[in-house]
């Protein structure tokens, strides 16, 4: 699913190299490339987003899922002094490669949500889930964090042509697990799952 998404959304800036979008077409014109029902796009507007970038988040509600409703979301944030977008705005190999990115973690949660029968997995400290938790090494411990976030290694790795190390998300987990070689262990491990996976697609 990455790669091609990937391409579908890199196309667009050849498709459209010139052409100025509000923030609201823009999210649209995204939602466009997909057919799945249960995926949707939402444009928001946030203060600490400068000039025209946009930050992108993603969700996974198991229980819309499990009602057949959409239940993933992939939320575009701009500034609310952004008028009009282009292409031409952003390094859009690297945008392409963020959105493609966050839909497919959310899909990874999907995926694997499903197989438990719409449940979420075990949390970092407990067996119970701990996933909007307090603290970040309470989200990122929790087995379908580790699950999701080694494809966002293994894809940065074979785009970028990257070593593990050296992967954003590696260093992120790093710096809050450094004294805890078993997740760091799991997540090597899953990574070198995708790695394969991905090197077959």
């Not at 930050?55 to 992939?74: A, F, L, R, V």
């Not at 390094?91 to 839909?103: G, L, P």
């Not at 438990?116 to 309470?138: A, I, P, Q, V």
């Amino acid at each position: 699913m990455f790669f091609p998404t990937l391409e579908r959304i890199k196309s667009l800036a050849d498709r459209y190299p010139s052409k100025t979008f509000t923030p609201k077409q823009f999210t649209h014109l995204l939602r466009m490339q997909f057919r799945d029902p249960q995926l949707r796009f939402t444009c928001g507007r946030d203060d600490i987003v400068v000039n025209k970038n946009f930050h992108i988040q993603g969700t996974y509600n198991p229980g819309d899922d499990e009602d057949n409703k959409p239940c993933i979301s992939i939320g575009l944030m701009f500034s609310p002094r952004c008028r009009r977008v282009s292409f031409k705005d952003y390094d859009w190999n690297e945008m392409s490669f963020h959105i493609a990115d966050t839909i497919t973690h959310e899909y990874l949660h999907q995926y694997y949500c499903r197989q438990r029968g719409f449940e979420f997995g075990r949390g970092y400290r407990t067996n119970k889930l701990l996933r909007y938790s307090d603290t970040m090494k309470d989200y990122l411990g929790c087995e379908d964090e580790i699950l999701a976030y080694s494809f966002n290694i293994a894809s940065e790795m074979i785009v970028y042509k990257r070593h593990m190390v050296l992967t954003k998300v590696y260093r992120m987990y790093r710096r809050y697990f450094k004294q805890d070689r078993k997740v760091m262990l799991q997540l090597e491990k899953q990574t070198n799952k995708y790695i394969k996976r991905l090197e077959l697609s």
